[in-house]
C-alpha cells in the first residue's frame, strides 16, 4: 500500500480562497516533499521539509509537519486559477532508500 | 540550464513488443529515477541509476529493465509488452541519491499498449 495517503482526494474551491491538502504517512521518515501535476505532464517539486523541522514556507504555499502524528499539511493561500492541479505528497522513509508518493489531491480553481 | 528531457513523447506499441524510452538528466545530476503513473496505482518507483550503477528497484517483475551510461543519460527498457503496462512513465534526475534530495521530473513518456 502506498506510504502517503492524500486528503481529501479532490478539493474545488473559488479563486483567492486558501486550499488545504494533508498528508499522512505510516513509518519514520527522514524527509517529506511535495510536488504538482498538471495534467498529464511531469511533476514539479514544491517543498521539501525534513523530519527535524516543523513548517517551511515558499511564496503562497505553506507546509507544517507533525512527526508525532505522522502528518504533512499543504496550504495554497489566495489561490489562483494557474494552481489547478493534483498535488503529490512524498515520503523518503527510513531504511527505504526511495521516494513514496501518495495517490494525490486534485486541486480546482474555480474563476 | 536545460531541464529534464524524455523521448519519444508518446508511444503506441502492441502486446508482446518491446519498447525502450531515454531520459536526459539536467547536466551535472548523476541520479536518474523512473516512475510509472497509472490511474489505478498511481506513481511507482520503478529503478534509481546512479553513476552507472542500480541503487534500488521497484516491485517490478524482470521484464522491466534500465541502464545508466556514462554521461548520466538513462534508458529503460519492457519487453513482452503488456495491456498493464500502459502509462505515463517519468524520469527524474537529482544531484544525490534520490531519497535526500529534490527530484526533477521530465515531462513524461506516454505508452499505450494495443
Known amino acids: 500500500s502506498q506510504q502517503g495517503e492524500e486528503d481529501p482526494q479532490a478539493l474545488s474551491i473559488q479563486e483567492g480562497e486558501n486550499a488545504t491538502m494533508n498528508c499522512s504517512y505510516k513509518t519514520s521518515i527522514n524527509n517529506l516533499q511535495w510536488y504538482r501535476q498538471n495534467s498529464g505532464r511531469g511533476l514539479v517539486h514544491l517543498i521539501l521539509i525534513r523530519s527535524n523541522e516543523r513548517e517551511k514556507h515558499s511564496g503562497r504555499l505553506r507546509v507544517t509537519l507533525d512527526t508525532s502524528k505522522k502528518s504533512s499539511s499543504l496550504l495554497i493561500t489566495a489561490s489562483r486559477a494557474a494552481d489547478t492541479a493534483s498535488y503529490f505528497c512524498a515520503t523518503d522513509y527510513q531504511g527505504a532508500q526511495k521516494l513514496v508518493f501518495g495517490q494525490g489531491t486534485r486541486l480546482t480553481i474555480n474563476p | 540550464k536545460a531541464g529534464v528531457t524524455q523521448t519519444p513523447r508518446y508511444l503506441i506499441k502492441t502486446r508482446g513488443q518491446q519498447v525502450t524510452l531515454s531520459c536526459s538528466p539536467i547536466?551535472?545530476?548523476?541520479?536518474v529515477s523512473w516512475y510509472q503513473q497509472t490511474p489505478g496505482q498511481g506513481l511507482q518507483f520503478l529503478f534509481e541509476?546512479?553513476?552507472?550503477?542500480?541503487?534500488n528497484k521497484g516491485n517490478f517483475p524482470g521484464r522491466f529493465s534500465g541502464r545508466q551510461f556514462s554521461n548520466s543519460r538513462s534508458e529503460m527498457n519492457v519487453s513482452t509488452l503488456e495491456l498493464g503496462d500502459s502509462a505515463l512513465y517519468l524520469c527524474a534526475s537529482s544531484l544525490n541519491l534520490v531519497a535526500s534530495d529534490t527530484q526533477y521530473f521530465g515531462p513524461g513518456t506516454r505508452l499505450t499498449v494495443l
Open positions: 541509476y546512479f553513476s552507472e550503477t542500480q541503487r
Open positions: 547536466s551535472g545530476h548523476r541520479s
